[in-house]
């Protein structure tokens, strides 16, 4: 499996496109291969319009599945939203790529954003027949649920170890169609507590150094809430 991902920070915090390898290989017994094109504040108009390195990678990566995050702190206005993911979608089903639909999560602050992202997204998959990754309304779900476990980052906005946890879980259910039965207290976190500014990023570059060890009863019931609202 080859999979192509395509956001901001949403998608590239935490190395989370590998923390969904190293999941999906311990649920499938094979690990996939990741490319990631992620940029800092980019929404789905700037990929679109600079779009070389998309359409290059969609024409010879050979990949099978791209993940399509929108931006979300401000999410942008459904029109566009459903525009260009249509348009980068269609790209996607040219070039024989499976388009999935990644859905984001409202900022901490403001939890009654969280419905247009998902009524969005849900609208999208099913008009363009694409997959949809629901990860915000797992999110929302274990926010309400076990609001103990602290999904976001120190900002309000970025994911946490945890909530990178349950998007490469969502990711691996839905592109494998099983979770790991082993491992399920590993996280990533390329901070490991540091400060973080988008202008200037300084994260750990020891790939091994940025494995870490999560709360098990938090992240066997992240498993369970992300397998219940996957059902089917």
């Not at 150094?209 to 009863?217: K, S």
Request: net charge negative; hydrophobic share 40%.
């Amino acid at each position: 499996m080859k999979v192509l991902f395509v956001g901001n920070s949403h998608t590239y915090f935490n190395d989370m496109p590998a923390l969904f390898a190293w999941f999906a290989e311990r649920a499938a017994g094979e690990r996939p291969e990741v490319t990631m094109l992620a940029y800092s504040n980019r929404d789905l108009v700037w990929h679109r319009t600079e779009y070389f390195s998309l359409r290059f990678n969609l024409l010879y990566g050979g990949y099978d599945y791209c993940v399509i995050q929108q931006a979300a702190h401000p999410y942008p206005p459904v029109e566009t939203t459903a525009r260009f993911y249509r348009e980068i979608m269609g790209l996607c089903r040219r070039c024989g790529v499976t388009p999935v639909a990644y859905m984001t999560w409202a900022e901490k602050r403001f939890p009654m954003n969280q419905q247009i992202m998902i009524d969005t997204c849900e609208a999208l998959a099913r008009e363009q027949n694409a997959l949809l990754a629901p990860i915000g309304s797992i999110w929302r779900t274990v926010r309400e649920t076990y609001p103990e476990i602290e999904l976001y980052y120190v900002d309000g906005e970025h994911a946490s170890p945890y909530g990178d946890f349950l998007i490469a879980s969502v990711l691996c259910k839905l592109l494998t169609g099983a979770l790991p039965s082993v491992m399920s207290g590993a996280g990533l976190d390329f901070l490991q507590g540091g400060p973080f500014e988008l202008d200037m990023p300084v994260v750990i570059e020891d790939k091994d150094a940025v494995r870490v060890q999560l709360n098990r009863d938090w992240t066997d019931r992240i498993l369970d809430t992300v397998r219940a609202g996957m059902q089917g």
